[in-house]
């Protein structure tokens, strides 16, 4: 009979979303850290919609294959809502809220 392999550890969340309050036209950043590089299926969702690279999303991951950051540039207030980060079966989620500015006269 031959050893078994040993089965790789599974990625855990080491650092998950924080809500985060922004003012309108603001960016909003939301980074979350990974236990191991080399993870599939990461996805960005704001309220159940699926996030892409765009002009005014930016979604990168750093050289350690760990780190994971959406940017939302410009934000309005219809982008306030719940943010998820998605890795395989992994799930951390924060809540976005967009303040708007008074102008006093």
Request: proline share 4%.
């Amino acid at each position: 009979c031959s050893p078994l392999a040993p089965t790789e550890e599974a990625a855990v969340i080491v650092s998950g979303l924080k809500n985060t309050d922004v003012f309108v036209g603001e960016a909003a950043t939301f980074t979350c850290q990974l236990s191991h590089p080399g993870v599939k299926n990461v996805q960005w969702w704001l309220d159940g919609s699926p996030l892409h690279n765009n002009f005014v999303t930016e979604i990168s991951e750093q050289d350690d294959g760990m780190t994971h950051t959406l940017t939302l540039n410009d934000v309005a207030c219809h982008d306030s809502g719940t943010v998820t980060f998605r890795a395989g079966s992994l799930i951390s989620t924060a809540k976005l809220l967009v303040k708007g500015i008074l102008l006093l006269e």
